[in-house]
């Protein structure tokens, strides 16, 4: 790591910890969203978009701090990129659950719950990983493992894709479900911006 002659602005660390953790939250009221009737799946959309309100106050925050500080942990561009792909993850999770409400789905197509779990598995990855950007050891298998979840959840897309166009259902439902399974997908992928983003900044703070 570089040796730096000047201080540096620490309440970031903090702020992106929190911000991942509000992601596992979400990833929480996706996996409640599974076994739930129509009644509960509304009380969890709106619990989703509180959790959604506050990944936007977090994201505010660390804009908000780094428009303030002269001295920053890295680099400006970097910040901003983590965590505005901090803030898309929950954006695409809280879309994912109000448009199941919306299009008042009845029942989610086998292999949602495949997505949903690659999803869970990638919060409490990143959850654990901001912390250790104070240090910058102890990140290489968290990027390596949230981008093989990522080409795992590129596998269950397709086959979920592959499923909504065997036949089974009419055309306005596989619209319906076809746009929900995507924003799944984009929840995946982004997971993977914010990890490629902490790869990039490790590089360039080894």
Aim: cysteine-free; proline content about 2%.
């Amino acid at each position: 790591m570089r040796f730096r002659l000047t201080p540096r602005e620490t309440s970031f660390y903090d702020m992106f910890a929190a911000s991942a953790d509000n992601i596992v939250t979400g990833s929480k009221l996706l996996m409640e969203l599974l076994g739930a009737d129509s009644a509960a799946r509304a009380e969890i959309a709106e619990r989703m978009r509180a959790a959604e309100h506050a990944g936007d106050d977090a994201t505010h925050a660390i804009f908000h701090q780094l428009n303030s500080s002269f001295i920053t942990p890295f680099d400006r561009e970097d910040i901003y990129a983590l965590a505005g792909s901090l803030d898309d993850i929950m954006d695409f999770m809280e879309e994912a659950v109000d448009l199941v409400v919306l299009y008042n789905v009845e029942e989610l197509p086998k292999g949602v719950e495949q997505q949903i779990e690659v999803l869970a598995r990638a919060a409490e990855l990143t959850a654990e990983a901001m912390p250790n950007l104070r240090t910058m050891e102890n990140l290489t298998e968290y990027w390596i493992e949230v981008n093989r979840l990522e080409n795992q959840a590129d596998q269950i897309h397709r086959k979920l894709l592959a499923h909504l166009f065997n036949g089974k259902y009419d055309a306005i439902e596989v619209l319906k479900l076809k746009q929900i399974v995507d924003v799944l997908e984009e929840a995946a992928d982004a997971f993977e911006h914010v990890a490629n983003t902490v790869e990039t900044i490790a590089v360039k703070e080894s």
